[in-house]
Every structure is written in structure tokens, then in C-alpha cells.
């Protein structure tokens, strides 16, 4: 027969209420007390059963976590991550797709507003606007995306993006363009700000683009035929589709174009030539959205970037 908390409560001598409070309350039962309830649970077996207590503590128990691509490389990390955050703080994680779509992002929103306690939304497409709406119906956490009075978890990639720049410009590159992501990305939007604000570097952009391998692919034509030594795109699938598309126009990468990635996806450290590329810390990203989320915590959190520095960059052709 199935373990009940009447079981839990006999065995370590307290009354079911204490047995129930430390699964849905803990902070209301004393340390010595919740260690032997939970000592004791864990010797029978006995697991709450989390629709029930959904009844008594109007939580579920479930967070959602919503991306802009599952097939993009920048996710899978921040996701697992996220999910062992949820897990150890007793919480299923539900995970979901919008396909770079804002009604698609909207839709989900208000579709995991009914089965969790709180969602974290990752890349967002949506306006301000749209953003501050859908607030006052669920709690949420934004990764990489700034907005007032809500929580946030943001990769510094501006400090990044000028940090690549100014690696190009010690190599000597003087004209270099920029491979813009999405219209509705905030970190297109940072990229481009910081790139284009670093001296001595004429900067071209190209934009917007997908933020996919076949949007690189798609851009190399222009950036070919634009007079640059060096690139930087939006993300490190961008730029493994713009080597490949400049290839196919005999540009040589390193030895003609340089080219630099975001992300340091596993993705962008197979190809050859090894992509240099924007270390973004999404590990790190996706647990500290989840404590956010789980500890109610209003606040702005800002992670480190650096760069990582491999054969996709090089001196300009004929330099000294």
C-alpha cells in the first residue's frame, strides 16, 4: 500500500499538520523537526502528493521556461541548468519553443499562466509594452532583456561585443561589419550599440537577420562585397553560416575576413576554423533565474562576458 502522511507523522512522533507544513511551508517548522520529518519520508517513501497540495497552498509546484528556438545552441545549457535549479528546490520545469514568434510567446505566456507559479522568459520578443501586460498576470523572470520593476538576469554582451571589437581593431582591422540579429532583440540591440561606439573602427551594419546558420548564410553576399576585413555576428550560428557562405565566394576565413562570433556554443568550438566568439554564461543565467523566480526576488542581475580567442581571427591580409 501507498505510504501516507499519517505514516510520516508515526514514525517520527509529530502530528500530520507539522508533516504537511514541511512540505508546504518548510520555513514554519524548525530545523530539527523538518530534517526528521523529511528523514523519515525519505526512509518509507513517502512522496506529497502535489495536486493536493496545490488545493492548500494555491502553488503548483511547476515553473515555466519559455526560449526563443530550442534549436538554437545558446539554449540547451541554460535550460539544463535551469532545470536542476527547479529540481532541487522540489519543482518541475515545463519548457517551451516560440519560434522567434511574439504571439507565439504571448500564447505560451498566457497558456502556462493556468499550470505554474512563475515563468522565465528567455530572449523575448515581445514589446514593453506587451511584456508589462502580461506581468500583472503571472510572475516572471526576463533573461537578457531589460525592462523596470521586473525581475531580470542579463549577459553583459555589450561589454563583450566592445571587447571583440577592440580585438579586431589591436589586429589591425579598421573596417569591420556588424551581422545584426533580429528585429525585437535586446542584445542585437546591445551588440550593435557597442560595436559601433568603439574608435579608430569603421563600423557597417547588416540587418536584421536570422538568427540562424541560414541567416549567415544569407548575409555573406553583402558583407563579401562591403570592403570589410573583419565581422562580427549576432550569434555563433550566424557566423558559421556567413564562413560558410563566404567560402562558397572564395573569401578565406581567417586569411581574408576574420570572423567572430556570441555565445561559445560547443557548436561554434567543433567548426574549423575554431570560432572566436563572446563567452555568454548561460549556465549561470538560467539557475539564477530560477531563484528569482522561486525566492520572489526583485532584481537586476548582471553576468560577466569575455572573449575567447581562437583561429577565426587574424591580421589583416598584407599588414606587417
Given at each position: 500500500m501507498a505510504v501516507t502522511i499519517r505514516d510520516v507523522a508515526h514514525a517520527c512522533g509529530v502530528h500530520v499538520s507539522t508533516?504537511?507544513?514541511?512540505f508546504s511551508a518548510p520555513h514554519m517548522v524548525n530545523a530539527e523537526t523538518r530534517t526528521r520529518v523529511l528523514e523519515a519520508a525519505?526512509?518509507?517513501?513517502?512522496?506529497?502528493?502535489r495536486a493536493a497540495r496545490s488545493l492548500t497552498t494555491g502553488r503548483t509546484g511547476n515553473l515555466g521556461l519559455i526560449v526563443a528556438d530550442l534549436a538554437n545552441p545558446f539554449f540547451p545549457p541554460l535550460i539544463k541548468a535551469a532545470q536542476a535549479a527547479a529540481r532541487a528546490q522540489?519543482?518541475?520545469?515545463?519548457v517551451a519553443d516560440t519560434d522567434e514568434d511574439p504571439a507565439e510567446e504571448r500564447d505560451l505566456v498566457l497558456a502556462f499562466s493556468k499550470q505554474v507559479d512563475g515563468i522565465v522568459l528567455c530572449s523575448p520578443r515581445l514589446s514593453n509594452k506587451a511584456l508589462g501586460e502580461l506581468a500583472e498576470t503571472i510572475p516572471f523572470v526576463l533573461v537578457n532583456r531589460r525592462m523596470r520593476g521586473v525581475p531580470t538576469v542579463v549577459m553583459d554582451v555589450a561589454h563583450g561585443a566592445r571587447t571583440a571589437m577592440e580585438h579586431l581593431a589591436g589586429l589591425g582591422h579598421r573596417r569591420v561589419a556588424l551581422v545584426?540579429?533580429?528585429?525585437?532583440?535586446?542584445t542585437s540591440g546591445e551588440i550593435r550599440r557597442a560595436a559601433?561606439?568603439?574608435?579608430?573602427?569603421?563600423?557597417?551594419?547588416?540587418g536584421p537577420n536570422a538568427p540562424t546558420e541560414q541567416g549567415g548564410v544569407a548575409a555573406a553576399g553583402q558583407v563579401a562585397e562591403a570592403g570589410v576585413t573583419g565581422v562580427l555576428a549576432y550569434n555563433d550560428l550566424v557566423a558559421i553560416g556567413?564562413?560558410?557562405?563566404?567560402?562558397e565566394r572564395g573569401v578565406r576565413v581567417p586569411a581574408d575576413v576574420s570572423v567572430i562570433g556570441v555565445d561559445d556554443s560547443a557548436t561554434g568550438r567543433?567548426?574549423?576554423?575554431?570560432l572566436t566568439t563572446v563567452a555568454m554564461p548561460t549556465a549561470d543565467a538560467g539557475r539564477m533565474a530560477v531563484d528569482l523566480i522561486v525566492k520572489s526576488m526583485s532584481a537586476a542581475t548582471v553576468l560577466d562576458t569575455h572573449l575567447v580567442v581562437r583561429e577565426s581571427t587574424a591580421p589583416p591580409k598584407g599588414s606587417p
Open positions: 508533516v504537511s507544513r514541511t525519505e526512509r518509507l517513501g513517502y512522496r506529497p502528493n522540489d519543482y518541475h520545469l515545463f545584426s540579429g533580429p528585429a525585437g532583440s535586446w559601433t561606439d568603439v574608435p579608430g573602427v569603421e563600423t557597417v551594419v547588416f556567413l564562413i560558410e557562405g563566404l567560402e567543433l567548426h574549423r576554423p575554431k
